[in-house]
Structure formats: C-alpha cells, structure tokens
C-alpha cells in the first residue's frame, strides 16, 4: 500500500503567520492527492484535491503544491478557525490511504 | 441542503456484527460513489470501504476484507455496513462520506459518524 508521511506532527503558530505542511508518500501518486480539515468534535472538510484545486468555499489563503511523491499544503496567513488537523489523502492506488496528520496549533 | 447522517452504532462483543446505516439528502444519491472511513478515538483517519453509484464495484481496505461488507439502497437514498467479526481494533467512529463522483474520486461531504465500541 501506499505509505503518506505527514511533517511535522505538530505546527505551533501564532495567527497571522504561514504554514507549510507536508505529505511525502512512499511511490509516486502523480497528482492525485488530497488535503482535508479536521477540527475538534467535527467531520473533516475537503479542501484541496488533486494537489493544487481549492474545493468549493475554501478561501485562497488555502493552496496545495506538487507531484510524484512531495506535496505541501500552505495556508498563507493563519486565521483563528485554520487551527485544527490536516491529513493528506491519496486516490491514485488502492487501497485509498491517509497520513497520520499535523496538528496545526496556536503558539 | 447536503447531509449525511450515520446510525447504527453501539457496543459489541468481540465476535458479534452490527450493521451501520447512512441515510443521504440533498442531492441524487445514485450519481454518486459513496465511501466509509473510520477514526480511532484519538487517531487519525482510515479508508475502509467504497461502492460505486451503481452498488456494482466495491473495494475494501485489507483490514476489513471478508469481514465487512458494503451496500447501498438508492430508492431509499442509503448506504450501509455490514459489520461482522468484529475485533477490538474497529473500535471507531465510522464516518459515511460522499465522493465527488466515482469510487475513487475525493470525499466532498461527510457524516458526523457513528460510534461503534468492541469490547
């Protein structure tokens, strides 16, 4: 199966700032990859797919990155809802796998 | 308005079966592939199954092959999981999912989940 490496497992950021999470899988995935929200006590979100395509009502500071077997989600400017888990998803392989996800958190 | 909403959860011994439900409105539930994913308590997130619009395709994660099936009624806008041998490692909140159109396309829109307790 396909292995997804999330780093790092825990961002500590302060509103205002960038962060660069990173998905890494263990055999080319071309471009399909995904990237979901998670916060607390609630179902995940879509947010990117097929590595750079913001889904529907995600706002732009979201942006995904990459191919093969490197991808980066970047969220430009941290606003206080953007704290929560972010797991990255592969759909190029079966079985469909996830990465353990990051936690980003406010510093 | 979308929304996916799961029942059938509960507690069950090692061994036992449960059946999970998902229950689909807001859009036409046949066009689309519809997925199970689950989540440890405290853990991240696992695939466990797919059926394509049709109910003809399935796929599964090895963890549950042979164990688990998948199934969906499209006249009555549900999808559903048949849960047998149970282990104590599916201990999880099972979450229904909607994908953007075939069984491998992404997770659009997800349930709350279900909570199913082996012990």
């Known amino acids: 199966e396909t292995v997804l490496t999330q780093s790092p497992a825990t961002l500590s950021l302060s509103p205002g700032e960038r962060a660069t999470l990173s998905c890494r899988a263990s055999q080319s995935v071309g471009s399909l990859l995904v990237w979901y929200q998670q916060k607390p006590g609630q179902a995940p979100r879509l947010l990117i797919y097929?590595?750079?395509n913001r889904a529907t009502g995600i706002p732009a500071r979201f942006s995904g990155s990459g191919s093969g077997t490197d991808f980066t989600l970047t969220i430009s400017s941290l606003e206080p809802e953007d704290f929560a888990v972010y797991y990255c998803?592969?759909?190029?392989?079966?079985?469909?796998?996830f990465g353990g996800g990051t936690k980003v958190e406010i510093k | 308005e979308v929304h996916l909403l799961e029942s059938g959860g509960g507690s069950v011994q090692p061994g036992g079966s449960l059946r999970l439900s998902c229950a689909a409105s807001g859009f036409t539930f046949s066009t689309y592939a519809m997925s199970w994913v689950r989540q440890a308590p405290g853990k991240g997130l696992e695939w466990v199954s797919v059926?394509?619009?049709?109910?003809?395709?399935?796929y599964y994660a090895d963890s549950v092959k042979g164990r688990f099936t998948i199934s969906r009624d499209n006249a009555k806008s549900t999808l559903y999981l048949q849960m047998s041998s149970l282990r104590a490692e599916d201990t999880a909140l099972y979450h229904c999912?909607?994908?953007?159109?075939?069984?491998?396309?992404?997770?659009?829109?997800w349930g709350q989940g279900t909570m199913v307790t082996v012990s």
């Open positions: 059926i394509s619009g049709s109910g003809d395709s399935t």
């Open positions: 999912a909607k994908t953007q159109g075939v069984v491998y396309d992404p997770f659009d829109i």
């Open positions: 097929d590595a750079s």
């Open positions: 998803q592969q759909r190029a392989r079966w079985p469909l796998t």
